[in-house]
């Protein structure tokens, strides 16, 4: 059994703590440690190494990859993790994103296409394009009311035209509202309107539209939660929300080469968010990975609004 001066030593560390509390549940590779509680591998590695060395986790090989447990959930140690669990304000979270990443490691279909989806585009194949898959299910589509929050010059505003009863298309800047409003009116396309405004004040009635789009735009709201708290009140019962932003990222030259304010949003924090504003039947997933540097990768956020609609 592990000393109890050892025990003590190495629990002091607050992040070490965390990785406890996860490897209590479940056994977890650095990887899955990694996505958990959003730290670099040299990091997770080294307290791993503390812990194993204090007696307290112990890792089986299994594949190219190791998975770490507890060595023992009786004592002090399982004591020390009870009281933890009531003071560490990420102990929730990080429960939430353990049951997340169990699901991934679950999941062969998932597997299966993000090998697809990392091939499309980078080998030919004749005929398929994403361009032709978006344009197939656009006309899949029911027609609503479509609201494209943080829309720019609305090329996916424009877009969404094509099958939609009518796309409002919002943004801050008065001169991407006036090239939007111009490449409307050079395609004649009359079912989209241009507001100008804010995605935190959306100038938009209560319950008007059927869906809501952010398309890489929640990353530069100064406060996330109130455009998604706008979202929920703008649409209509059982109207839906999709999000497709930065996946948590620490490419800091973001802010000023892109205006950036947030350097994008882990899987667990999307899912709080979309939650607190009262969205049920709540999906997120990595649907995309940029092979190249910074290597930003493609969240997708998918939420209901809690009533009968569409």
Known sequence: ?????KILRVVAD???????LLLKGEELSVAELQEILVMGQSTISTHLSQLKQAGLVEDRRTGKS???RLTTTDGLLARLLTEAREEIAETGPDQAAMRRVLRKRQDKMRSFFDSVAGRLGRDYV???SWKGVAEALLRLMPPMVIAD???GEGAFALLL????????????SAKMIEVGREEALRHDIKNVEFRLGDMEEIPIGDDEVDLVFFSQ????ALHPERAVDEAARILAPGGRVVILDLAKHRFEEARELYADEW???SETEMESMLEKSGFTNVQTSVVHKELETPQFQTLLAIGTKHGEGL
């Open 1 to 5: 059994m592990p000393s109890i001066v």
């Open 14 to 20: 607050p992040n070490r703590l965390r990785i406890l």
């Open 66 to 68: 190791s998975l770490y």
């Open 126 to 128: 004749p005929g398929k």
């Open 149 to 151: 929050l943080g829309a």
């Open 161 to 172: 035209a094509e099958r939609a009863k009518k796309v409002i298309a919002i943004d801050t």
């Open 217 to 220: 735009s929640l990353h530069h």
């Open 263 to 265: 350097l994008g949003f």
